[in-house]
């Protein structure tokens, strides 16, 4: 499936970056004129994904993370984070609610959150490589809005 | 993050506001530790009215308030949640743990 519209940005993992990604994917996400419980979702799941890669995939060290954006007929968007990462060792593990290797500072909820607000969730990780999450959401017609 | 406290008999509210995310839930944290330590409310009422944003980081943080009342009998009460942050903590199941008004 061809995207009709992309963008990418690479950033830095450094936690200041967290509103950056999801002011940029809100950014993106508007040229189809969501709602702004729609928009709240997008913004929430971004937030997870990207502070996963910070928290997780960067432990000792800074690190790059790139956040893909498209977009597909029928108002579909496609979210991807990528990073460069350690890798996550078992991904259902990982994706278990309340499951964290983060400590009291993280609540474990991270994929569980994301799987909520989205209609599709993928992750793929290599221990060593890194780790890619690619999230999809589809902006319901409005009437009288045309995209 | 700025949060005002104020308190009346045994209660205690804080009041948050801004996005919580990771970034800053680290440092909120830490004055929530702080204020409790201090002033040992036996009720915490968490006002989250003026919260524009909150993510599962959001989360952690008042899953460490709830731990930290815990220690010395206190109770917790998360009020005047907005809709962004409501729809996070019902995503979570968080209403199980933590009373949410």
Same mark, same amino acid.
């Given at each position: ?7 990418? &940005? %690479?950033? $830095? ?21 969501? %709602? ?7 913004? $929430? ?5 990207? $502070?996963?890669? &910070? ?8 690190? #790059? &993370? ?21 890798? &996550? ?32 969730? #993928? ?7 890194? %780790?890619?999450? %690619? ?13 | ?20 995310? !990771? ?26 009215? +003026? ?18 009342? +815990? !220690?010395?009998? +206190? ?17 979570? +199941? ?8």
């Amino acid at each position: 499936m061809k995207a009709m519209d992309q963008a990418s &940005i %690479t950033f $830095t993992s450094r936690s200041a970056n967290e509103g950056f990604a999801r002011a940029c994917a809100a950014c993106f996400a508007a040229q189809l004129d969501p %709602t702004l419980d729609e928009v709240a979702d997008i913004k $929430t799941a971004v937030s997870e994904a990207v $502070t996963n890669a &910070i928290v997780h995939a960067y432990p000792d060290c800074l690190g #790059k &993370i790139t956040l893909r954006l498209r977009l597909f007929e029928g108002g579909v968007l496609e979210f991807q984070v990528r990073d460069s990462g350690v890798g &996550i060792p078992d991904v259902d593990q990982a994706r278990t609610p309340l499951f964290t290797t983060g400590g009291e500072e993280r609540s474990g909820m991270g994929f569980t959150i994301m799987e909520s607000f989205m209609d599709g969730l #993928k992750v793929r990780s290599q221990p060593g490589k890194g %780790t890619v999450v %690619t999230m999809r959401k589809r902006i319901a017609r409005r009437a009288g809005v045309s995209k | 993050m700025p949060i005002t406290v104020t308190s009346r008999d045994s209660e205690l509210t804080i009041a948050l506001s801004g996005e919580i995310d !990771h970034h800053a839930a680290r440092e909120l944290m830490a004055q929530l530790d702080q204020t409790v330590a201090e002033r040992l409310p036996a009720h915490l009422v968490l006002d989250l009215s +003026g919260v524009t944003f909150m993510d599962s980081s959001g989360i952690a943080v008042l899953l460490r308030a709830r731990r930290q009342l +815990g !220690h010395n009998g +206190g109770v917790l009460r998360v009020a005047n949640i907005p809709a962004q942050a409501r729809r996070v903590l019902d995503a979570a +199941g968080i209403g199980r743990l933590i009373s949410l008004e």
